[in-house]
């Protein structure tokens, strides 16, 4: 199946283009950023060298449909989504760290916390916790944002403030849109028979100086989410949970000797794992959102994003 990897647009009153691990960003006239979400893969901070389809209209369509049920208590970048995989928003200067909030000890923390670590970003976490028990209360665990090429790294708050990453009047707003946002996100995947284990927001400011969520929200790429129904039981009995999150493949690069690490290679991805990788996306779709993925036409994908890019950009 095709797939898009890469884009080369050149819009009306174009003044750059950014190129992420997944996403390509178009500053239009120092006004709009058109957002294209590929179908690339990132893991361990490294883009894979195949895309998956579907994957970059997943991601938008969950992002998008979120930041519409959450603009009620965090304020957005969207303005317009003219293509499934496009997001058009307000021009935004982001801050340089990601709102990385945990409900729960998985993923990097619990990584970290195997390691013997107890001190995660300057939060101090409490003895005797096993992988994926659920903290008493979410802790927020910042990570530098990276410039492309390098990986992001664990800071704690003092650290931003006294480095003056991010002023202290800022930081606190950040803080409390990321613990409301995650209330919302926690509540929201409790309806859906699921738990938000963990996420990751970022923000900008606009041209008046007021702070939005940009980028994606409570997708499969920046979050972790568990099955409720027998979450407890598997606890208890030591057993993996059973998940809905880009874990998977990070899993798989693991068990292939594949951690973003110098001198490792990543290993082949034939067309049967990238089938899986795509289905597996369709399913995390359908059950973050509670409703049926309707796949877009992949005939020829650069010339459809090109077209509804251009009548929205034409029309507005």
């Not at 239009?28 to 998956?52: C, H, Q, W, Y």
Request: charged fraction near 25%; charge should be negative; include cysteine.
């Amino acid at each position: 199946m095709k797939t898009i990897t890469t884009t080369h647009f050149n819009f009306p009153n174009q003044k750059s283009v950014y190129h992420g691990k997944v996403r390509e960003v178009y500053n239009i006239n120092d006004e709009l950023l058109v957002m294209i979400a590929t179908d690339r893969l990132s893991a361990f901070d490294v883009v894979l060298p195949k895309g998956i389809p579907y994957k970059g209209q997943i991601l938008n369509q969950i992002a998008t449909k979120f930041m519409e049920l959450t603009q009620d208590i965090v304020p957005n970048w969207l303005i317009a989504t003219p293509d499934p995989n496009v997001a058009v928003g307000h021009l935004c200067t982001p801050f340089k760290v990601e709102m990385v909030i945990r409900g729960y000890l998985s993923g990097h923390a619990a990584r970290e916390y195997a390691l013997g670590k107890r001190n995660v970003c300057g939060v101090m976490l409490e003895e005797g916790l096993n992988e994926n028990d659920k903290f008493s209360s979410p802790i927020i665990t910042p990570t530098t944002k990276a410039d492309n090429g390098a990986h992001d790294e664990d800071i704690s708050r003092e650290a931003i403030l006294s480095k003056g990453i991010v002023s202290e009047e800022d930081y606190l707003v950040l803080e409390n849109y990321t613990r409301a946002l995650f209330q919302r996100g926690t509540s929201i995947a409790a309806s859906r028979g699921l738990i938000l284990v963990d996420t990751k927001y970022e923000f900008g400011k606009t041209k008046e100086g007021k702070i939005v969520l940009i980028d994606e929200i409570h997708t499969p790429d920046s979050s972790r989410y568990f099955y409720a129904d027998g979450y407890l039981e598997r606890q208890y009995n030591g057993k993996e949970q059973k998940q809905l999150s880009k874990e998977f493949v990070r899993r798989w690069l693991i068990e292939n000797g594949f951690q973003g690490k110098e001198g490792q290679q990543i290993p082949e991805m034939t067309e049967e794992y990238i089938a899986s990788v795509s289905e597996r996306y369709i399913e995390l779709f359908e059950n973050i959102l509670g409703e049926n993925f309707v796949k877009a036409d992949l005939s020829d994908i650069d010339k459809r994003i090109e077209t509804n890019v251009l009548n929205y950009l034409a029309n507005r």
